[in-house]
């Protein structure tokens, strides 16, 4: 069995204090940025509840139809889909608006070493 990499992985440990000691960031840009994270953590959080009361319906013949092998109502299916689609697309505004807010952040120049370290990935 060969092993397939997941690209969706966070970069390793060591590459990750290594671009933190290039970029070199001040206290108030940690903090700043901490506070930033935080926001829309937390906004991001409060989306992911909506969601989840509103999948609540449908998640036992989700998980029903996954034990019992027989398929999920098309109806409900289409309706659960739906409901995660609508979710992705109001976190994606979120995710862009918190890159939006972190790089005013950065200096031009630690800007380009994101840019660098982004590249490699």
Do not use: C, H, W
Not at 36 to 43: G, Q, S
Not at 74 to 99: F, G, N, S, Y
């Amino acid at each position: 069995m060969t092993n397939i990499p997941n690209t969706n992985q966070p970069a390793p440990r060591s590459a990750t204090r290594e671009l933190q000691a290039k970029l070199n960031l001040t206290e108030d840009q940690k903090s700043k940025l901490q506070e930033i994270r935080r926001k829309y953590t937390l906004e991001a959080v409060a989306i992911e509840k909506k969601y989840v009361e509103l999948t609540k319906p449908y998640q036992a013949e989700a998980m029903a139809s996954g034990r019992g092998g027989k398929s999920m109502d098309p109806k409900a299916k289409a309706a659960l889909d739906a409901i995660v689609t609508k979710k992705q697309q109001e976190l994606e505004p979120l995710k862009v608006k918190q890159k939006e807010e972190e790089q005013a952040i950065y200096t031009p120049e630690q800007q380009k070493i994101l840019e660098e370290f982004a590249s490699k990935k």
